[in-house]
């Protein structure tokens, strides 16, 4: 279809020269172009001609209008596009990583680390539903991953297949692997199937499976409970304070955990549809789950917070003690696992605690 090094003109007047093609799909192929003008790398996808090329073009357009990286920097959306009479395609930004279906094929995140790219990747999600758009082909091929420092940060990098008001319907229906059991029926009967919000919880949840459970749901029910009692990649995490500091064959995460994970799959995978976890759900379970790994101020070794801990589990330095501090007097409050007794008279006779922080 495009041969390496010819020049192509997008509808704004910008001259790319392709480079190397990066991969093919269902719709077209993809090739790194760089921008004359500016010498910046780019992407171009061409779609294959066997689709009507009106609406093709009528999509691309309206994507471009939606300006869904203005929402979220991390969704690569397209921001020009390539009719030509030989071709009919777009361009967007090139992002260097490798995709999760590289991480699934060879995982190199632990859990601290797997679970802060499933709150990147669902918020990407919640982000394009927030538009009242279905992203319509949520698959691992479709999400970058990219090292920054200690963290990841996850780009959505193809969002040809949405499916929104006003714009002509996509000609895919999306992965097979990733697909609801509504779309794979009306496919089965050679009926209409168009991707929904909907269905995209089911494909996230699918995805989010894989990156946590480190196993595709269609798994049978018995290897799925084998998977969830088995220790779980966790890199450097203390879980408890007895632990040892060598935990390279994983753990057993404690059950609160799982007890939130295993009640949000079972509900994604439900046939009834509108009781599946929305984006948004599943960023305030990832968040809350997040939200108990600490690092040490001292050594800098993560750990999960709970009760049992006084003391860090790797250098055992105790940890600082919660207190209140009144800011007018800078008087502490200390707080204890015994109940404290706080009076009008610790609050320097203040009648509410307005003024008052907890640090």
């Not at 699918?206 to 998977?227: D, M």
Request: proline share 6%.
């Amino acid at each position: 279809m495009i041969e390496n090094q010819s020049i192509l003109q997008t509808d704004s007047g910008r001259k790319l020269r392709i480079e190397d093609q990066i991969g093919s799909g269902g719709q077209g192929i993809v090739a790194q172009a760089t921008d004359l003008g500016s010498g910046k790398t780019g992407v171009i996808k061409i779609f294959k001609p066997q689709f009507d090329r009106d609406a093709v073009v009528q999509r691309i357009r309206f994507l471009i209008d939606l300006k869904l990286g203005s929402r979220c920097s991390a969704l690569v959306a397209p921001t020009d596009s390539i009719t030509t009479p030989d071709h009919v395609g777009h361009y967007s930004s090139y992002i260097p990583g490798h995709t999760l279906f590289d991480e699934f094929a060879d995982p190199r995140l632990d859990f601290s680390q797997g679970l802060q790219v499933a709150l990147c990747l669902a918020r990407l999600v919640e982000a394009v539903h927030s538009a009242g758009i279905a992203y319509g082909d949520i698959n691992p091929g479709n999400f970058l991953l990219v090292k920054k420092g200690d963290h990841f940060e996850v780009y959505a990098i193809d969002l040809d297949n949405y499916v929104a008001t006003g714009a002509p319907p996509p000609f895919m229906v999306g992965h097979p692997e990733y697909m609801s059991p509504e779309l794979r029926q009306g496919m089965e009967l050679n009926q209409s199937a168009l991707p929904t919000i909907q269905s995209d919880r089911f494909a996230l949840a699918v995805v989010l499976h894989e990156l946590l459970l480190h196993c595709h749901p269609g798994l049978a029910k018995e290897i799925r409970k084998k998977v969830l009692n088995k220790p779980w990649p966790t890199g450097s995490m203390i879980l408890h304070a007895s632990a040892e500091i060598d935990q390279s064959k994983g753990i057993i995460l404690p059950t609160y955990w799982t007890r939130t994970f295993v009640l949000s799959f079972v509900e994604a995978f439900l046939i009834t549809c509108q009781e599946r976890p929305s984006a948004t759900q599943w960023v305030v379970a990832l968040s809350s789950a997040l939200g108990r790994i600490d690092l040490c101020d001292v050594c800098g070794y993560p750990s999960i917070i709970d009760a049992s801990k006084t003391d860090c589990p790797v250098d055992r330095h105790a940890y600082p003690a919660l207190k209140f501090v009144v800011r007018s007097t800078n008087r502490t409050i200390p707080i204890s696992k015994e109940p404290v007794a706080v009076g009008r008279d610790d609050l320097v006779g203040l009648p509410t605690s307005v003024g008052t922080t907890l640090q």
